[in-house]
């Protein structure tokens, strides 16, 4: 296993700890130390793909299992928020079920022998939702920072509907396409 391959396997394995720090009320810091876990997580999914393009060690292990602990990751925070009543159930569905759409839409096109790379919504979704996951963890209990955070929910919304519709837009003939293997 190569070293971009073993940071992803990291990260995944970075969620049961995630988790326990999270919901665990009894730990003392604990939302600190999942607020450390999960931007480390965050890193390492920056980190795994920057190795591997640069070091020519992109492998079909880390094809799929990069994207899946990503998703892995976002949704058990989104859920863990769910749970501790600082986010709606539906926005939570809404954000994990675009990350569905958008993963079919990957598998119908990789069947086509076509590659979806990420678009620049998308990218700047991901960002504001690592920020927002990080600060709903955290949950600093200061008026300010809970307007930042009720403003990150809903600016990651938007920015998730957003990027599934400019992906959706911009691939759609894939949906419509036959499959020509």
Not at 99 to 105: D, L, M
Not at 113 to 133: D, E, F, H, P, Y
Not at 149 to 164: F, G, K, P, Q
């Amino acid at each position: 296993m190569n070293l971009p391959n073993k940071i992803t396997t990291a990260r995944v394995l970075m969620i049961p700890l995630y988790l326990v720090f999270m919901l665990v009320e009894q730990i003392p810091y604990g939302r600190y130390i999942a607020g450390v876990i999960f931007t480390l997580a965050a890193i390492t999914d920056a980190l795994d793909g920057y190795i591997a393009r640069k070091n020519n060690l992109i492998t079909n292990f880390g094809k799929f299992m990069d994207p899946l602990a990503d998703k892995l990751l976002v949704s058990s925070a989104l859920i863990c928020f769910v749970e501790t009543h600082q986010m709606p159930s539906w926005v939570a569905i809404i954000i994990i079920g675009r990350e569905f759409i958008v993963s079919g839409f990957r598998t119908i096109a990789a069947d086509n022998g076509l590659v979806l790379a990420a678009g620049w919504w998308g990218k700047i979704k991901t960002n504001v939702q690592i920020v927002m996951s990080v600060m709903l963890t955290v949950n600093l209990d200061f008026a300010f920072i809970n307007i930042l955070e009720t403003i990150s929910i809903y600016l990651a919304l938007a920015l998730t509907i957003i990027s599934m519709m400019d992906y959706l837009l911009k691939n759609h003939e894939i949906l419509f396409s036959k499959n020509n293997k």
